[in-house]
């Protein structure tokens, strides 16, 4: 699916992006990522389906629909890649970014689709899995019930969302004895507002 949003500024850093329309100086939505490009393929893959039009992100999609929306990086937090970072730097990373979206969800609170959003403060702990489990709870939705593993399906989305077709996808975790016809619906009709994480297999 073609591409109708306009991306500016460095995707491939860690900090604070905005979704705006073109011409326009305020942000319709203001987000963080330890990976900011992790999230643009997150938001165009919603996007290009249409999966925000029911959603408080109703707002994106017209704009969207309309060729007329503008993702950029609003404020890059580190120098250092996030692939060379320990998990407990990550986590840090995480909760200053929570700190700086929280101001920017603030400064255009006039605009924003999200300035009801709550920003989660992320606290280190050793426990890989629960960071997964926090950037859920932000997105204010809770996952179906399902016998995957949410990591596994969190690669899966990011596979999709890079290129992957679904057999391909299969073969990969073919181990898991999941199945295409799952694998499809995956961003459709399941597990539609978990974000995805890229696996650590893949450099």
């Known amino acids: 699916m073609r591409n109708k949003m306009e991306v500016l500024g460095n995707i491939y850093v860690a900090g604070i992006y905005g979704i705006r329309c073109k011409g326009h100086d305020s942000y319709l ?34 704009y969207y629909d309309m060729g007329e929306l503008v993702f950029e990086t609003i404020k890059e937090s580190s120098d250092e890649k996030v692939s060379n970072m320990t998990f407990e730097q990550k986590e840090s990373l995480h909760e200053a970014l929570s700190v700086l979206e929280e101001f920017y969800i603030k400064l255009y609170s006039k605009s924003c689709c999200n300035c009801q959003k ?46 992957y077709s679904n057999k391909q996808i299969e073969q990969i975790y ?30």
């Open 29 to 62: 939505y203001i987000g963080s990522a330890i990976e900011i490009n992790d999230a643009l393929s997150r938001h165009l893959y919603n996007l290009k389906r249409g999966l925000y039009a029911n959603t408080n992100k109703a707002v994106l999609q017209k």
């Open 118 to 163: 709550s920003v989660t403060r992320h606290s280190s702990n050793h426990d890989k899995f629960s960071t997964y489990k926090r950037r859920q709870a932000n997105t204010g939705s809770n996952n179906p019930h399902s016998k995957y593993d949410e990591k596994m399906i969190a690669e899966i989305l990011w596979l999709k969302s890079n290129g």
């Open 174 to 203: 073919k181990d898991k004895g999941i199945k295409s016809n799952y694998i499809c619906a995956i961003g459709l009709t399941k597990w539609i507002y978990l974000e995805p994480i890229k696996p650590d297999y893949i450099a």
